[in-house]
Protein backbone atom coordinates (compact mmCIF):
# COMPACT_ATOMS: atom_id res chain seq x y z
CA UNK A 1 0.00 0.00 0.00
CA UNK A 2 3.02 2.25 0.67
CA UNK A 3 4.26 1.99 -2.78
CA UNK A 4 0.75 2.52 -4.56
CA UNK A 5 0.65 5.90 -2.48
CA UNK A 6 4.25 6.67 -3.55
CA UNK A 7 2.98 6.25 -7.47
CA UNK A 8 -0.06 8.92 -6.61
CA UNK A 9 2.38 11.54 -4.90
CA UNK A 10 4.59 10.47 -8.05
CA UNK A 11 1.77 11.51 -10.35
CA UNK A 12 1.12 14.83 -8.57
CA UNK A 13 4.47 15.56 -9.51
CA UNK A 14 2.76 17.32 -12.55
CA UNK A 15 0.05 19.38 -10.16
CA UNK A 16 -0.86 21.85 -13.34
CA UNK A 17 -0.90 18.94 -15.86
CA UNK A 18 -3.56 17.03 -13.23
CA UNK A 19 -4.53 19.73 -11.11
CA UNK A 20 -4.06 23.30 -12.40
CA UNK A 21 -5.90 22.94 -15.93
CA UNK A 22 -8.82 21.20 -15.25
CA UNK A 23 -9.69 24.07 -12.78
CA UNK A 24 -8.70 26.52 -15.01
CA UNK A 25 -10.83 25.00 -17.92
CA UNK A 26 -13.80 24.60 -15.04
CA UNK A 27 -13.35 28.91 -14.91
CA UNK A 28 -12.92 29.92 -18.32
CA UNK A 29 -15.43 27.94 -19.76
CA UNK A 30 -17.87 28.79 -17.53
CA UNK A 31 -17.47 32.53 -17.94
CA UNK A 32 -17.13 32.22 -21.28
CA UNK A 33 -20.46 30.60 -21.41
CA UNK A 34 -22.11 33.94 -19.16
CA UNK A 35 -20.25 36.06 -21.35
CA UNK A 36 -21.73 34.71 -24.39
CA UNK A 37 -25.21 34.58 -22.88
CA UNK A 38 -24.90 38.23 -21.68
CA UNK A 39 -24.11 38.73 -24.98
CA UNK A 40 -27.30 37.61 -26.47
CA UNK A 41 -30.01 39.86 -27.77
CA UNK A 42 -32.93 39.97 -25.20
CA UNK A 43 -35.27 37.80 -28.01
CA UNK A 44 -32.51 34.88 -27.76
CA UNK A 45 -32.56 34.53 -23.65
CA UNK A 46 -36.30 34.19 -23.69
CA UNK A 47 -36.81 30.63 -22.01
CA UNK A 48 -34.10 28.53 -20.84
CA UNK A 49 -30.61 28.60 -21.89
CA UNK A 50 -28.44 25.53 -22.20
CA UNK A 51 -24.59 25.19 -22.73
CA UNK A 52 -22.27 22.26 -22.93
CA UNK A 53 -19.10 23.83 -21.71
CA UNK A 54 -19.96 22.23 -18.15
CA UNK A 55 -18.77 19.32 -19.76
CA UNK A 56 -15.16 20.27 -20.83
CA UNK A 57 -13.02 19.23 -17.53
CA UNK A 58 -14.94 15.51 -18.39
CA UNK A 59 -13.04 15.42 -21.72
CA UNK A 60 -10.47 16.71 -20.33
CA UNK A 61 -9.85 13.28 -18.42
CA UNK A 62 -9.96 11.57 -21.81
CA UNK A 63 -6.21 13.40 -21.96
CA UNK A 64 -5.11 13.24 -18.15
CA UNK A 65 -5.41 9.04 -19.12
CA UNK A 66 -2.93 9.20 -22.05
CA UNK A 67 -0.79 12.07 -19.72
CA UNK A 68 -0.70 9.79 -16.45
CA UNK A 69 0.65 6.96 -18.42
CA UNK A 70 3.03 8.59 -21.00
CA UNK A 71 4.85 11.12 -18.56
CA UNK A 72 5.30 9.02 -15.40
CA UNK A 73 5.42 5.07 -16.40
CA UNK A 74 9.06 5.18 -18.16
CA UNK A 75 10.03 7.21 -15.13
CA UNK A 76 8.38 4.41 -12.43
CA UNK A 77 10.04 1.50 -14.56
CA UNK A 78 13.50 3.44 -13.98
CA UNK A 79 12.50 3.69 -10.20
CA UNK A 80 11.84 -0.31 -10.08
CA UNK A 81 8.16 0.44 -9.61
CA UNK A 82 5.79 -2.58 -11.03
CA UNK A 83 3.56 -2.67 -13.24
CA UNK A 84 0.52 -3.54 -10.91
CA UNK A 85 1.80 -1.50 -8.58
CA UNK A 86 1.89 2.07 -11.13
CA UNK A 87 -1.41 0.74 -12.39
CA UNK A 88 -3.16 0.75 -8.81
CA UNK A 89 -1.64 3.72 -7.46
CA UNK A 90 -2.45 5.99 -10.90
CA UNK A 91 -5.96 4.60 -11.01
CA UNK A 92 -6.40 5.06 -7.23
CA UNK A 93 -4.93 8.75 -7.45
CA UNK A 94 -7.30 9.54 -10.49
CA UNK A 95 -10.39 8.05 -9.23
CA UNK A 96 -9.82 10.25 -5.85
CA UNK A 97 -9.34 13.41 -8.25
CA UNK A 98 -12.56 12.35 -10.22
CA UNK A 99 -14.88 12.29 -7.54
CA UNK A 100 -13.28 15.98 -6.08
CA UNK A 101 -14.63 17.21 -9.46
CA UNK A 102 -18.08 15.37 -9.08
CA UNK A 103 -18.61 16.67 -5.77
CA UNK A 104 -17.58 20.34 -6.97
CA UNK A 105 -20.14 19.74 -10.52
CA UNK A 106 -23.23 18.42 -7.80
CA UNK A 107 -22.50 21.78 -6.06
CA UNK A 108 -22.11 24.23 -8.70
CA UNK A 109 -25.69 22.76 -10.04
CA UNK A 110 -27.27 23.51 -6.38
CA UNK A 111 -25.31 27.12 -6.96
CA UNK A 112 -26.89 26.69 -10.24
CA UNK A 113 -30.23 26.01 -9.05
CA UNK A 114 -30.28 28.31 -5.97
CA UNK A 115 -28.90 31.38 -8.56
CA UNK A 116 -31.62 31.06 -11.04
CA UNK A 117 -29.17 29.74 -13.57
CA UNK A 118 -26.47 32.09 -12.50
CA UNK A 119 -29.14 35.09 -13.45
CA UNK A 120 -29.53 34.15 -16.98
CA UNK A 121 -32.33 30.55 -16.15
CA UNK A 122 -29.59 28.97 -17.91
CA UNK A 123 -28.34 25.39 -17.18
CA UNK A 124 -24.37 24.61 -17.09
CA UNK A 125 -24.43 22.08 -14.25
CA UNK A 126 -27.93 21.28 -13.16
CA UNK A 127 -29.45 19.86 -16.17
CA UNK A 128 -32.78 18.32 -16.03
CA UNK A 129 -32.29 15.00 -16.94
CA UNK A 130 -29.58 14.74 -13.98
CA UNK A 131 -30.29 17.60 -11.86
CA UNK A 132 -33.94 15.57 -11.01
CA UNK A 133 -32.09 12.84 -9.39
CA UNK A 134 -30.86 12.71 -5.39
CA UNK A 135 -27.43 14.16 -4.76
CA UNK A 136 -25.39 10.23 -4.70
CA UNK A 137 -27.22 9.05 -8.18
CA UNK A 138 -25.75 12.78 -9.84
CA UNK A 139 -22.13 12.58 -7.98
CA UNK A 140 -22.78 8.41 -9.38
CA UNK A 141 -22.80 9.49 -12.51
CA UNK A 142 -20.21 12.30 -13.18
CA UNK A 143 -17.73 10.14 -11.37
CA UNK A 144 -18.50 7.01 -13.54
CA UNK A 145 -18.55 9.61 -16.69
CA UNK A 146 -15.01 11.25 -15.60
CA UNK A 147 -13.21 7.63 -14.92
CA UNK A 148 -14.53 6.28 -18.05
CA UNK A 149 -13.06 8.90 -20.11
CA UNK A 150 -10.20 8.60 -18.46
CA UNK A 151 -9.96 4.91 -18.70
CA UNK A 152 -10.26 4.82 -22.83
CA UNK A 153 -7.69 7.74 -22.41
CA UNK A 154 -5.20 5.20 -20.50
CA UNK A 155 -5.88 2.44 -22.61
CA UNK A 156 -5.18 4.04 -25.93
CA UNK A 157 -1.76 4.82 -24.41
CA UNK A 158 -1.47 1.34 -23.08
CA UNK A 159 -2.16 0.06 -26.18
CA UNK A 160 0.29 2.76 -28.29
CA UNK A 161 2.87 1.38 -25.32
CA UNK A 162 2.59 -2.01 -26.34
CA UNK A 163 2.15 -1.97 -30.03
CA UNK A 164 2.70 1.31 -31.01
CA UNK A 165 0.98 3.01 -34.30
CA UNK A 166 0.20 -0.12 -35.91
CA UNK A 167 -1.65 -1.74 -32.21
CA UNK A 168 -3.59 1.77 -32.17
CA UNK A 169 -5.02 1.34 -35.81
CA UNK A 170 -6.01 -2.48 -35.40
CA UNK A 171 -7.87 -1.38 -32.20
CA UNK A 172 -9.37 1.20 -34.28
CA UNK A 173 -10.67 -0.65 -36.85
CA UNK A 174 -11.89 -3.66 -34.36
CA UNK A 175 -13.94 -1.09 -32.73
CA UNK A 176 -15.51 -0.01 -35.76
CA UNK A 177 -15.64 -3.58 -37.23
CA UNK A 178 -17.17 -4.78 -33.55
CA UNK A 179 -19.95 -1.20 -33.53
CA UNK A 180 -20.91 -2.02 -37.58
CA UNK A 181 -21.61 -5.69 -36.37
CA UNK A 182 -24.04 -4.15 -33.63
CA UNK A 183 -25.93 -1.84 -35.75
CA UNK A 184 -26.25 -4.87 -38.55
CA UNK A 185 -27.44 -7.00 -35.95
CA UNK A 186 -30.14 -4.29 -34.54
CA UNK A 187 -31.25 -3.69 -38.37
CA UNK A 188 -31.52 -7.33 -39.66
CA UNK A 189 -34.02 -8.03 -36.37
CA UNK A 190 -35.36 -4.67 -37.02
CA UNK A 191 -35.22 -4.16 -33.44
CA UNK A 192 -34.86 0.01 -34.10
CA UNK A 193 -37.80 0.77 -31.94
CA UNK A 194 -37.12 -1.04 -29.45
CA UNK A 195 -33.38 -0.10 -28.71
CA UNK A 196 -35.03 3.62 -29.03
CA UNK A 197 -37.35 2.67 -26.53
CA UNK A 198 -34.51 1.25 -24.39
CA UNK A 199 -32.53 4.35 -24.45
CA UNK A 200 -35.52 6.42 -23.96
CA UNK A 201 -36.12 4.72 -21.11
CA UNK A 202 -32.73 4.71 -19.82
CA UNK A 203 -32.59 6.44 -16.23
CA UNK A 204 -29.30 8.69 -15.09
CA UNK A 205 -29.17 5.55 -12.32
CA UNK A 206 -28.87 2.71 -14.52
CA UNK A 207 -26.85 4.45 -17.51
CA UNK A 208 -24.31 5.19 -14.63
CA UNK A 209 -24.38 1.33 -13.90
CA UNK A 210 -23.66 0.49 -17.65
CA UNK A 211 -21.44 2.58 -18.07
CA UNK A 212 -19.97 1.37 -14.87
CA UNK A 213 -19.15 -2.09 -16.41
CA UNK A 214 -17.26 -0.91 -19.33
CA UNK A 215 -15.19 1.21 -17.04
CA UNK A 216 -14.46 -2.14 -15.57
CA UNK A 217 -13.80 -3.71 -19.18
CA UNK A 218 -11.74 -1.10 -20.11
CA UNK A 219 -9.49 -1.43 -16.53
CA UNK A 220 -8.96 -4.95 -16.75
CA UNK A 221 -7.79 -4.76 -20.48
CA UNK A 222 -5.79 -2.30 -19.99
CA UNK A 223 -4.40 -3.69 -17.13
CA UNK A 224 -3.88 -6.85 -19.34
CA UNK A 225 -1.91 -4.68 -22.08
CA UNK A 226 -0.26 -3.21 -19.71
CA UNK A 227 1.52 -5.90 -18.01
CA UNK A 228 3.48 -6.53 -21.14
CA UNK A 229 3.99 -3.05 -22.06
CA UNK A 230 7.66 -1.53 -22.02
CA UNK A 231 8.73 1.75 -20.76
Known amino acids: ??????????????KWTFLGIPLVILVVSTLLTFAIWALLPASAREGTLYSGSGQAVMW??????????????????????SRKTFYLGTLGL???????FSILYY????VETATGGWGFNGQLFAMDWIAGNN?????????????LLFMIGFWCATVYLRWKAT????????FAVL?????????????????????????????SIVLGLVCVALAGGSYLTLRRATA
Open 135 to 147: ALVQILFYFVAMV
Open 167 to 174: GLLAAGIA
Open 107 to 110: LLGL
Open 179 to 207: LLGMLALVAVNDAWPQVGNWFASMQVLGL
Open 1 to 14: MNRVIKVARMQLIN
Open 60 to 81: YFLALGIQSLTLTFPFSQAMSV
Open 94 to 100: FALIALG
